[in-house]
Structures are given as C-alpha cells and as structure tokens.
C-alpha cells in the first residue's frame, strides 16, 4: 500500500472513488483448501468462470487454464458446480497445507 | 411574499414541511408520538400531492437502512422517528452519519422505556448525540417547520454532509395546535435548491464503493474529517439561518438569548420549556428581578464558544436537562455547558436541575421557584438537583 493519507486528503465517508480496486488486496491468504485444475476431465464449460464470486478462474482464449490464488478463498463453489467429464471433477478441492 | 396562516400540530407542520421539501425518498416505520408525521405524509405520497417514494419498512433500524442506501444511490432522503424506534436505528445513525449521507430526520422527542412510557423527555435523542449527526430542537411548531425546512440546506452544504435530525418535544409540540406561518410551495423549493448529491451509486459512469472496511490505517482519520464538518456546520447553520430570516422574517442561530445581556440569574434550557421560561421572564422582569434564558437550539455541533459568551457574565445559572446520565455528574447540557465556561475568565455559579423525565409537567410556578431559588442563593452551584421529582 501507499503512504498513508492524512485526514484531510480523504474522500468523503470512507468511498473509494474508482472501482477494480480489488485487485490490489491479495485475499487468497486465508484459504483452507484450494481448487486444483485437472485439463483432462474439463469441458471448458464455463461454469466455474461465471460462479466464481472472486473473479478467480483464469481464463486464455476463452478456455480455462487455471485460477489465481492471491484471490481464490477456497469457497469449492468451481468444483461444486464443475459437471466434469464422465462424472470424474475437472475441479478437486484440497486442504492447504503449511 | 404571502406566507398562508395556518393552524397545524406539530406533527402536521413537520408533514407539511416534508411535503413542501418533496424528498425523492421517505422510508419510515410508525411510532407514538412521532407516527402522525409519517402518515400524513404517506396520505400525501397516496394523493399525488409530492413525487417520493414513500418506502413502508417492517422495522426502524430497516428505515434507516433504506434511507442509507436511497441518500448512497443518490435521492433525497428524509424519515421520522421517537424513541424506542431510533434506539432501534441507533446502529445504522452512525452508519449514516459516517458514510457522510445527507439525511433529514424529524424525531419526536420521548422518553426511553424502562418503565414504558410515551411522554416527552429527551432521551431518546440524546442516547445518539456522539454519532456525528446534526441535532435541532424547537420550541414549538413554528421553529419545527422552519428548522426542517433549513435542515435539508444544512445537511446537503458541502462543506458538512452530515445527516440533520430535528426534534419537538412529544405531544407537547408534536399533539398541541399552534398558529403557524407556512410558506408557498415554490419558496420553499427555492430555498432547499436541487439537490446535488456529488456521488452517487446509480452513476454508472463513476464506479465507486460505499461502507469500505477501515481498520486501525484510517477509521481515525475519518472520524476526525466529521469533527471538521460539525465545526464547519457551525458557521453553515448561521448562514443558513440568516438567509431564512432574509427571505422569510424570522432569523435562526445556534443559541437564542431572552432578557439575557444584564440578566443576573439566567436558566438554560432545549424546547419547549423556552415558551414556558420566556412567560415567567416577562412576569420577573416587571417584578423587577433581572432573569434570563439562553435558549440552546443547536446540541450538535455544540456551540461552546457562544454559549461561554453569553453566560459569563451572569451571577448565577441554572442548566434544565430534560434527560439525565444516569450515573454521571449531570445531564448532557449540563455537563457540556459547565465544561465551556471552565476557560472562562468570569463565571457564574453554575447548577444542573434535571425536570420533566417521562412528560412530568413543568409549569411556570415550577420556572419561577426555580429562579427565586436562584435569587435567594438556595441552589447550591456545582450541584445536580431534581426539579418535580417527589422525594
């Protein structure tokens, strides 16, 4: 973060005045489990892209390749709603370990 | 101009004052005594007679939840509320008052239960006076419609953007009929102006976020930036004030001085008890006894350095607090007022009586003791007494 303003340089109520701020808050570092990405049982859907609530799933050319864990919170929604392919999870959540 | 003399109850002058604003968006919750306000304003809302968006909630503390997101989305917001059901609310009052959201609210003065009880005292609006809101009391219903009217001004200036609430004393004000002076439709919209809200969520254009998390970094610093408003709304409410006075007759400060610069003995005192103090004034003065009042009619921002000018000079004061702190040296105008006469050079001898707790009547026999126990040196200063309490 940048220097820290004083009270006089701040805007009105606490608002934050431009949007895509976000991005600047690593809030992956509470995660308990993280989505693991298995290219072989995905159908590139989508599904995990739109339910998402982090804007998480890394998408190249419209295909997915993988997620941003500075911003996943190991929700397991992805691999919740992931249909996969043959009934076997392009999405498996695995506990984080120290 | 022609202003239109009318016969209206407190709570009707409020409606009327609230119609004549127009807001874009009321959301309320009814409760005695204050329930009228919002009522006839609905009818109003039912007849077509004003624009809003009148929004029926099932609680207080959604009313002040819907009105936070209508001022944020951009709308001119208003409510009214007494009591129980701005305790109720007192979560989202600071929330709007932090989130800087110029909100009016008329609050009809009422004790807080318990025992239960629906009569005035101030309580109610005092239990919520550190949360950075505005707070105008009224002597009557006259100063109630006028002061709604000055609120929105107020509130919206930017140099406060700060949530304005207006209060009348319950039942007394807000049930008793008085004789007011209202304005035309097109002055009042005159002088509130369009409202420019400088923000707003439904901008498409300008993205922002609204009630954004601040830790130890920056919630100081941003309850610091409201310090500065209600300072700054000092000078604002006098303007504002001055400028009502120009165009419609009747000047408004903070603090209102009665027989007040060569008094000797002086009381002070909020709302209504200033009609009944003013009667007991005139009959002393005849009587020869050099009485006063100064009338507070600003809590917040608390005008100290006025109210230490006016007092300073006079013998001996006693401050009248229609609620008390329980457990603490005094009420809160007592405490406060003590505290800006301690820089003074000269001082009076100064007393706290609390009176009225639960609409216990205070008459002008009561008003006049009181100042024939000032003149005979009976109330001891420094001291907290109970006026009317049977003991």
């Known amino acids: 973060m940048s220097e820290l303003k004083k009270y006089k340089e701040l805007a009105l109520g606490g608002n934050i005045e431009k949007s895509g701020t976000a991005v600047d808050f690593k809030t992956g570092d509470w995660r308990s489990s993280r989505p693991v990405y298995h290219p072989e049982n995905c159908i590139q859907c989508l ?16 295909q997915v390749t993988g997620f941003n864990l500075d911003h996943c919170k190991g929700c397991g929604i992805c691999a919740h709603e992931c249909p996969g392919k043959k009934k076997v999870k392009a999405i498996v959540m695995e506990e984080e370990v120290k | 101009m022609q202003k239109t003399i009318l016969a209206k109850t407190g709570n009707e002058a409020m409606a009327l004052a609230m119609k004549q604003i127009n807001p874009d968006v009321v959301a309320a919750y009814p409760i005695t005594p204050a329930t009228e306000i919002v009522q006839i304003f609905s009818q109003y809302v039912a007849d077509g007679e004003v624009k809003t968006e009148f929004v029926a909630v099932e609680s207080e503390h959604s009313a002040m939840s819907a009105c936070i997101g209508s001022c944020a989305a951009g709308a001119r917001t208003m409510t009214g509320t007494s009591s129980q059901g701005l305790a109720l609310m007192y979560e989202m009052i600071y929330i709007a008052a932090g989130l800087r959201l110029p909100i009016v609210m008329a ?29 105008i009391f009224s002597e009557n219903a006259q100063e109630a419609y006028d002061s709604m009217i000055q609120a929105m001004r107020i509130a919206e200036h930017r140099d406060v953007r700060l949530p304005v609430m207006v209060t009348t004393d319950g039942f007394i004000i807000s049930h008793g009929m008085e004789r007011i002076d209202t304005l035309p439709d097109a002055e009042v919209q005159s002088f509130i102006g369009k409202y420019d809200p400088m923000m707003h969520l439904l901008d498409i254009k300008k993205p922002y976020t609204v009630g954004a998390i601040n830790l130890t970094d920056y919630y100081f610093e941003h309850r610091r930036a409201m310090v500065d408003a209600q300072n700054n709304a000092l000078k604002v409410i006098k303007e504002v004030g001055a400028e009502f006075g120009k165009k419609f007759d009747t000047n408004y400060g903070l603090i209102e001085k009665y027989q007040l610069d ?58 009248l607090d229609r609620s008390d702190s329980i457990g603490g040296f005094g009420g809160p105008v007592f405490t406060e007022v003590r505290s800006a006469l301690y820089g003074s050079a000269k001082k009076p001898r100064i007393a706290g009586v609390i009176y009225g707790l639960g609409g216990r009547e205070i008459d002008m026999e009561q008003i006049e003791g009181l100042f024939m126990d000032l003149k005979a040196g009976q109330v001891k200063a420094d001291s907290v007494s109970y006026l009317g309490v049977r003991d």
């Open chain 2, 262 to 319: 060569d008094a000797e003995l002086a009381i002070v005192a909020l709302g209504s008890t200033c009609g009944t103090a003013k009667v007991v004034i005139d009959k002393l003065r005849k009587q020869g006894v050099k009485a006063g009042l100064l009338k507070i009619r600003v809590f917040r921002p608390f005008p100290a350095e006025e109210i230490a000018r006016a007092l300073e000079n006079i013998q001996t004061v006693a401050v």
């Open chain 1, 47 to 62: 599904f995990c892209w739109v339910y998402c609530p982090d804007s998480a799933v890394i998408l190249k050319d419209g």
């Open chain 2, 107 to 135: 609050d009809v003065n009422r004790a807080l239960a318990a025992p239960i009880n629906i009569h005035c005292d101030h309580s109610d609006t005092m239990g919520c006076r550190d949360a950075g809101w505005i707070h």
